[in-house]
């Protein structure tokens, strides 16, 4: 028999799960998307590493961007499976951000705003 693939399975790492957290719940909060240089600082990485992020997220389909205009990235996952993968990227965040100081796993789906 062949092992089956979780059906629950997110179609992202663990680290790009937290920069999907980080835009969905900064838009929600600050009603509008984060720039690159807000992620840049959140995760404390370098311009380059956020910008590969994007383009990564992009191009597997879960984030939407508009060309040559600030602010304008997009969470494309349905409420379900963000709902889901907040549940991931809270045990995925105390294992994988130990060194750094993360506040994705403090992040819940309650907000006083509703976009």
Same mark, same amino acid.
């Given at each position: ?39 840049? $600082?959140?995760? $404390? ?25 600030? $602010? ?44």
């Amino acid at each position: 028999m062949e092992p089956t693939k979780d059906s629950h399975m997110p179609p992202y790492t663990p680290k790009q799960g937290q920069y999907l957290a980080f835009i969905y719940h900064y838009t929600k909060v600050n009603r509008r998307s984060p720039a690159e240089a807000d992620i840049q $600082r959140f995760f $404390r990485v370098t311009p380059p590493t956020v910008h590969q992020m994007i383009l990564t997220l992009e191009a597997k389909g879960l984030i939407s961007r508009e060309p040559w205009q600030a $602010r304008s990235v997009k969470v494309l996952m349905p409420v379900e499976e963000r709902k889901l993968s907040l549940h991931k990227l809270r045990e995925a965040c105390s294992y994988c951000c130990q060194n750094v100081r993360c506040n994705i796993a403090n992040f819940t789906d309650a907000s006083p705003y509703d976009l």
